[in-house]
């Protein structure tokens, strides 16, 4: 007898703590309180993206989104933030279930911490290799993002992570991400084992998303080939990939890169603060796209699934239609 859609992913509903095992992915200036309260109150999971916020700021921002809902969510923090104990203890202090953290690998004391404090923690696992690194550190779950997702992105796609790890790591759930727009694709995953999956991409041009409108027209005209990734100008000065739809902010990276490069060269100033700067370039650009509604010079930053996104829906009807989706792939699986 084939599972059922709640069999399959019982494990991350469990985890989560919620209906449906599906994640929101944590996106700066988007993924805030009304996103977050609408993807729990919907039977999914939302995930505030902290991003770059001052402790105080994500505090308020926790105690807005609990005001908006009574279901859980957690909290993304970027491990490289200058003030990540703080931000640690914020999450804490305000009693936040679950704790995704992203951008490297975390320290010991950083999961421990969180543990400590009754929080399950969530990190990012590039390899099975590091998978299993984080779990003997004490991480209680995974996600393995593949290159088609939006942001800052790795070399290897979805379906090769997910081939070289859920095969191999049972002992704790693990999500999938990136390049996830449909039901049948979750289900995929789930009969893989997967314990549930993130989506990002899908939930931008929701009505309760707070992104400007010209932000979520982008995203409904824009197809699958339009989301690439940014390129590097120099070796001397690695970047890490980020996946936007195409616009004259991609040709201003390039154009910021050469001339932080070459001041760097000319000794005008150091190189750790040109890398600084060069990876500072998106986060301003993200902002002046997703707030100020400038789609030409900020940054739209989209996974490949965009191609997907065809109208503003509520949260709600988006998380039926996946559901849906996948829960009539599995019935129509089980007459043939």
Not at 20 to 27: S, Y
Not at 71 to 97: R, T, W, Y
Not at 189 to 208: D, I, K, P
Not at 270 to 288: P, T, V
Request: neutral net charge; charged residues 20%.
């Amino acid at each position: 007898m084939a599972a059922s859609l709640k069999e399959l992913w019982q494990r991350g509903s469990e985890f989560l703590g919620c209906t449906h095992a599906i994640m929101g992915g944590a996106m700066s200036w988007v993924s805030e309180r009304n996103l977050v309260s609408a993807l729990s109150n919907a039977g999914a999971f939302g995930v505030i993206a902290a991003s770059s916020m001052p402790p105080e700021l994500l505090d308020k921002e926790i105690k807005a989104t609990r005001a908006l809902t009574q279901k859980p969510f957690g909290v993304n923090l970027i491990l490289m933030h200058p003030q990540l104990d703080q931000l640690v203890e914020v999450c804490l202090a305000n009693h936040v279930s679950h704790v995704v953290l992203a951008g490297g690998i975390p320290k010991s004391q950083t999961v421990a911490r969180l543990k400590e404090g009754g929080a399950k923690v969530i990190a990012f696992a590039p390899t099975a290799t590091i998978g299993r690194k984080l779990i003997k550190m004490g991480v209680d779950a995974l996600v393995i993002e593949g290159m088609e997702a939006g942001g800052h992105i790795g070399p290897v796609s979805t379906s090769v992570l997910a081939q070289e790890i859920l095969p191999v790591i049972r002992d704790v759930p693990v999500f999938v991400a990136g390049g996830i727009g449909r039901g049948e694709a979750i289900v995929a995953y789930l009969e893989m084992g997967a314990s549930g999956v993130q989506l990002g991409t899908r939930f931008v041009c929701a009505n309760e998303s707070i992104a400007h409108p010209n932000f979520k027209q982008a995203f409904i005209k824009a197809s699958a080939r339009d989301a690439v990734p940014s390129v590097q100008y120099h070796p001397d000065f690695p970047v890490i990939p980020v996946r936007a739809i195409a616009n004259k902010a991609s040709e201003d990276f390039m154009r910021f890169q050469k001339e932080t490069v070459e001041k760097v060269f000319a000794g005008d100033m150091a190189k750790e603060a040109g890398q600084l700067a060069i990876e500072h370039f998106w986060a301003g650009a993200l902002r002046k796209a997703v707030i100020d509604g400038d789609i030409e010079r900020g940054s739209l930053m989209a996974g490949q699934s965009v191609g997907m996104v065809q109208r503003t829906q509520t949260i709600q009807e988006i998380i039926d239609e996946l559901v849906g989706q996948a829960a009539l792939y599995l019935s129509d699986k089980h007459a043939a």
